[in-house]
C-alpha cells in the first residue's frame, strides 16, 4: 500500500484523541496471535515474528526505526538473535530496513522481489536466499513454509504458512472486510482472484494481514467474491458501452457497503477494475 495511508489515518487519530503526538512517535506493539507466533505493529503496518528455541525468524521489517525498535525489543523478551528475515514482497513500506537485522539474519524473498529490490534501489538489505514456487524453512524445530500463488497485487507476493500455529501471513492482497486499496494499484487481474483461490486451499484458521486486524480463512473467501463481483460488473458495463464515469455512479457493490475504505475507495476500484479490464480488452 502507499505511504500516504499513514498521515491520513494519524490526522484523524490526532483529532480523536485531541493529543498531539510526538512527530515521529508510531503506534508499536508485539501481541501474540498463537502458540510462538507473534504479530508486529508499527502504526498501520504488521507483520509477524515467529520464536524457536534457535532464534527468531522476522517477517517484513517495515522500516528502519521499526526494524530497531523490534530488535530491540526481541533482545529483551525472548533474548534470542534473529536468524531469518522474510520479505513478503518488494513493496518499500513493507520491507524498508532489513538492514537493521542483516546482522544475524539470513534474508529470503522471491526471486522477482530479489531482482526488484536491487532495480529499484530500494532501502533495505538485498535477498541472500530467492525462490520461484516454493520454500521452506526450519529452524529449532519449527517451521514456515514460503509459497507464491501467482501474480496478484504484485508480481513477487508470496504467502508465509505456519502449520503448527494454524496461521497463514499474507500482505495487501486479502485485505480483511475492507476494500482493494485505491484503484489497485500494480495489480495483476484475474491472476490476483486465482491467487486468493489457492490461499483459500490452503490449510489454516487465522488470517494474518500486513494491514488491519486478523482474519479467518472466510474472509479470504469474501474477498474474492467482493473482486469478482467488482470485475463481472465492470465487465458487463464495458460491453454495453458504459463510461468510466458512469460505471462510477451505477455500481454500487452495496453488499460491502459495511466494509472498510466503501465510501472511500468503491469509485477508486472500479477505475483500477476498468483499467485492468480495457487493458484485456484490447485488440478484440
Ligand atoms: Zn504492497
Given at each position: 500500500?502507499?505511504?500516504?495511508f499513514?498521515?491520513?489515518?494519524?490526522?484523524?487519530?490526532?483529532a480523536?484523541?485531541g493529543?498531539a503526538?510526538?512527530?515521529?512517535?508510531a503506534?508499536?506493539?508485539i501481541t501474540?496471535?498463537?502458540?510462538?507466533?507473534?504479530r508486529?505493529?508499527?502504526?498501520?503496518?504488521?507483520?509477524?515474528?515467529?520464536?524457536?528455541?534457535?532464534?527468531?525468524i522476522?517477517?517484513?521489517?517495515?522500516?528502519?526505526?521499526?526494524?530497531?525498535?523490534?530488535?530491540?525489543?526481541?533482545?529483551t523478551?525472548?533474548g534470542?538473535?534473529?536468524?531469518y528475515?522474510?520479505?513478503?514482497?518488494?513493496?518499500v513500506d513493507?520491507?524498508?530496513?532489513?538492514?537493521?537485522?542483516?546482522e544475524t539474519?539470513?534474508?529470503v524473498?522471491h526471486?522477482?522481489?530479489?531482482?526488484?529490490i536491487?532495480d529499484?534501489?530500494?532501502?533495505?538489505?538485498?535477498?541472500?536466499i530467492?525462490f520461484s514456487?516454493?520454500l521452506?524453512?526450519e529452524?529449532g524445530?519449527?517451521t514456515?513454509?514460503?509459497?507464491?500463488?501467482?501474480?496478484?497485487?504484485?508480481d513477487?507476493m508470496?504467502?508465509?504458512?505456519?502449520?503448527?500455529?494454524?496461521?497463514?501471513?499474507?500482505?495487501?492482497?486479502i485485505?480483511?472486510?475492507t476494500?482493494?486499496?485505491?484503484?489497485?494499484?500494480?495489480?495483476?487481474?484475474p491472476?490476483?482472484?486465482?491467487?486468493?483461490?489457492r490461499?483459500?486451499?490452503?490449510d489454516?484458521?487465522?488470517?494474518?494481514?500486513?494491514?488491519?486486524?486478523?482474519?479467518?480463512?472466510?474472509?479470504?473467501?469474501?474477498?474474492?467474491?467482493?473482486?469478482?463481483e467488482?470485475?463481472?460488473?465492470?465487465?458487463?458495463?464495458?460491453r454495453?458501452?458504459?463510461s468510466l464515469?458512469?460505471?462510477?455512479?451505477?455500481?454500487?457493490?452495496?453488499?460491502?457497503?459495511?466494509?472498510?475504505?466503501?465510501?472511500k475507495?468503491r469509485a477508486l476500484?472500479?477505475?483500477?477494475m476498468?483499467?485492468q479490464?480495457?487493458?484485456?480488452?484490447?485488440?478484440?
Amino acid at each position: 500500500m502507499k505511504k500516504a495511508f499513514a498521515p491520513v489515518l494519524m490526522s484523524a487519530l490526532f483529532a480523536l484523541s485531541g493529543v498531539a503526538l510526538a512527530q515521529g512517535e508510531a503506534k508499536r506493539s508485539i501481541t501474540k496471535i498463537a502458540g510462538d507466533l507473534y504479530r508486529f505493529q508499527n502504526n498501520f503496518h504488521f507483520s509477524v515474528l515467529l520464536v524457536t528455541p534457535d532464534g527468531i525468524i522476522v517477517t517484513d521489517p517495515i522500516n528502519a526505526d521499526a526494524a530497531k525498535w523490534l530488535k530491540a525489543e526481541i533482545a529483551t523478551r525472548f533474548g534470542k538473535p534473529v536468524k531469518y528475515l522474510i520479505y513478503s514482497h518488494d513493496h518499500v513500506d513493507h520491507i524498508a530496513g532489513g538492514e537493521v537485522f542483516a546482522e544475524t539474519a539470513t534474508v529470503v524473498a522471491h526471486a522477482q522481489a530479489k531482482r526488484d529490490i536491487i532495480d529499484e534501489k530500494r532501502p533495505t538489505a538485498v535477498p541472500e536466499i530467492t525462490f520461484s514456487d516454493e520454500l521452506t524453512i526450519e529452524l529449532g524445530g519449527k517451521t514456515v513454509e514460503l509459497s507464491y500463488l501467482g501474480r496478484s497485487h504484485s508480481d513477487n507476493m508470496i504467502v508465509m504458512r505456519f502449520p503448527a500455529e494454524r496461521a497463514l501471513y499474507a500482505v495487501d492482497f486479502i485485505p480483511i472486510r475492507t476494500l482493494a486499496w485505491k484503484n489497485l494499484t500494480d495489480a495483476y487481474i484475474p491472476d490476483w482472484m486465482d491467487a486468493i483461490a489457492r490461499v483459500e486451499q490452503m490449510d489454516f484458521d487465522i488470517l494474518a494481514p500486513g494491514h488491519g486486524p486478523l482474519g479467518t480463512k472466510a474472509d479470504a473467501t469474501a474477498f474474492r467474491r467482493y473482486m469478482n463481483e467488482l470485475h463481472d460488473q465492470v465487465i458487463k458495463a464495458d460491453r454495453a458501452g458504459k463510461s468510466l464515469a458512469e460505471m462510477q455512479e451505477s455500481i454500487r457493490l452495496e453488499a460491502y457497503a459495511d466494509w472498510g475504505n466503501y465510501d472511500k475507495h468503491r469509485a477508486l476500484n472500479i477505475e483500477g477494475m476498468y483499467n485492468q479490464v480495457r487493458l484485456h480488452r484490447r485488440g478484440n
